[in-house]
T-cell receptor, first 110, second 113 residues
Framework: QKEVEQNSGPLSVPEGAIASLNCTYS??????FFWYRQYSGKSPELIMF????GDKEDGRFTAQLNKASQYVSLLIRDSQPSDSATYLC??????????FGKGTMLLVSP | DGGITQSPKYLFRKEGQNVTLSCEQN?????MYWYRQDPGQGLRLIYY???????QKGDIAEGYSVSREKKESFPLTVTSAQKNPTAFYLC????????????FGPGTRLLVL
């Protein structure tokens, strides 16, 4: 079974700090990785996607991928209370389907 | 507005009843997906369809059925064989180009009376 592991949290950070969310995956053949944000009671929305080793930056968000270590992370700089949500990591299984982790809850306190 | 719509927002099912959840997209996406989410859990794939008139079982297809008669529509039926149907159901779609990803509808919350 191809799996994604995430710490369920909650991860608590003060406003303005950097939040670091981590994810490991089991399928060495995975090529595409995604971070979704899900507010309570709402559907997931895409935050970042990354395909190549290294860092990818988009505004306050940076995704980091290390395929050798089977590790992907999401950094949120200058965290805001509005960033408080559950962050889901996912990877593509090669048949256009995604495998999702259970998510990490982030709480940003004012 | 382009997007994915799901209806109803809330659905109540009586014992032994089949219910159908609607999912429509106007993004001209080929692929569509149904997921189930239980509290504190990630998304689990129920069924998916990569082209009209074709669909495949996901990880938890038992007790569910789907159809894909039109590109825009991918309804999910929760049958009476699904003994624990209470969950948040999410529909997603994806385009066919390179480096595409899945986009989600607003979801339907199914509750058992």
């Amino acid at each position: 079974q191809k799996e994604v592991e995430q710490n369920s949290g909650p991860l608590s950070v003060p406003e303005g700090a950097i939040a670091s969310l981590n994810c490991t995956y089991s399928d060495r053949g995975s090529q595409s990785f995604f971070w979704y944000r899900q507010y309570s009671g709402k559907s997931p929305e895409l935050i970042m996607f990354i395909y190549s080793n290294g860092d990818k930056e988009d505004g306050r968000f940076t995704a980091q991928l290390n395929k050798a270590s089977q590790y992907v992370s999401l950094l949120i700089r200058d965290s805001q209370p509005s960033d408080s949500a559950t962050y889901l990591c996912a990877f593509e299984r090669g048949d256009s389907t995604l495998t999702f982790g259970k998510g990490t809850m982030l709480l940003v306190s004012p | 507005d382009g997007g994915i719509t799901q209806s109803p927002k809330y659905l109540f099912r009586k014992e032994g009843q089949n219910v159908t959840l609607s999912c429509e997209q106007n993004l001209n996406h080929d692929a569509m997906y149904w997921y189930r989410q239980d509290p504190g859990q990630g998304l689990r794939l129920i069924y998916y369809s990569q082209i009209v008139n074709d669909f495949q079982k996901g990880d938890i297809a038992e007790g569910y059925s789907v159809s894909r008669e039109k590109k825009e529509s991918f309804p999910l039926t929760v049958t009476s064989a699904q003994k624990n149907p209470t969950a948040f159901y999410l529909c997603a779609s994806m385009g066919g180009g390179p480096q595409e990803t899945q986009y989600f509808g607003p979801g339907t919350r199914l509750l058992v009376l």
